[in-house]
């Protein structure tokens, strides 16, 4: 069965920062694997998606690689601003469904 | 990106009655549909597989019965929660892909909180 694991649950950086976020899974045999952000109370919005063949995508201040042999993936924030305090939320895609993690929480202090 | 909508976005109903909640792809037509719950500070659960024109597909430990499923059209997915209890109170998200395929992009709904007294 496959699980998703994400850490750290949570995160606290002041702005301007650069971070990390940190997504695992237990099985290798993905389709892709999909980063959300999501508000409170909020549904989830898709920031970027990277399919099995490909090793990363990037989005404005946003890059998420992929190394599915090892079953990990990062989500590189550059330049944190408050703004993008939210969850994020990553996703495996697997046959027809998808797997998600429990999600860091990031807050970013001006 | 493609847009889902989902009805209502908040609702509040009493002890025993059902609440329909519904799901919209308003630019792209999807075949299959997820409907997912949350509780707070938890992960998405997936509750069932919505098939446009056959029965849904639920995960295990989720009842059919209580939770009807309905996807009549390329565009509309319903999750109706029947004799609702306190404890189904909960975030219920509906996601859609573009294509029936499994490698395409998911987008989700803006989740609707349902709070039953």
């Known amino acids: 069965k496959q699980e998703v694991t994400q850490i750290p649950a949570a995160l606290s950086v002041p702005e301007g920062e650069n971070l990390v976020l940190n997504c695992s899974f237990t099985?290798?045999?993905?389709?892709?694997l999909q980063w959300f952000r999501q508000d409170p109370g909020k549904g989830l919005t898709s920031l970027l998606l990277?399919?099995?063949?490909?090793r990363e995508q990037t989005s404005g201040r946003l890059n998420a690689s992929l190394d599915k042999s090892s079953g990990r993936s990062t989500l590189y924030i550059a330049a944190s601003q408050p703004g993008d305090s939210a969850t994020y939320l990553c996703?495996?895609?697997?046959?027809?469904?998808?797997?998600f993690g429990a999600g860091t929480r990031l807050t970013v202090k001006p | 990106g493609a847009v889902v909508s989902q009805h209502p976005s908040r609702v509040i109903c009493k002890s025993g009655t059902s609440v329909k909640i519904e799901c919209r792809s308003l630019?792209?037509?999807?075949?299959?549909m997820f409907w997912y719950r949350q509780f707070p500070k938890q992960s998405l659960m997936l509750m069932a597989t919505?098939?446009?024109?056959?029965?849904?597909?639920?995960e295990q430990g989720v009842e059919k019965d209580k939770f009807l499923i309905n996807h009549a059209s390329l565009t509309l997915s319903t999750l109706t929660v029947t004799s609702a209890h306190p404890e189904d109170s909960s975030f219920y998200i509906c996601?859609?892909?573009?294509?029936?395929?499994?490698?395409?992009?998911?987008?989700f709904g803006q989740g609707t909180r349902l709070t039953v007294v």
């Open positions: 099985d290798s045999a993905i389709y892709n």
């Open positions: 996601s859609a892909r573009d294509l029936a395929g499994p490698g395409t992009e998911a987008f």
């Open positions: 990277i399919q099995s063949s490909q």
């Open positions: 919505s098939n446009e024109g056959s029965k849904a597909t639920y």
């Open positions: 630019d792209f037509q999807a075949t299959t």
């Open positions: 996703a495996v895609g697997v046959n027809n469904d998808m797997r």
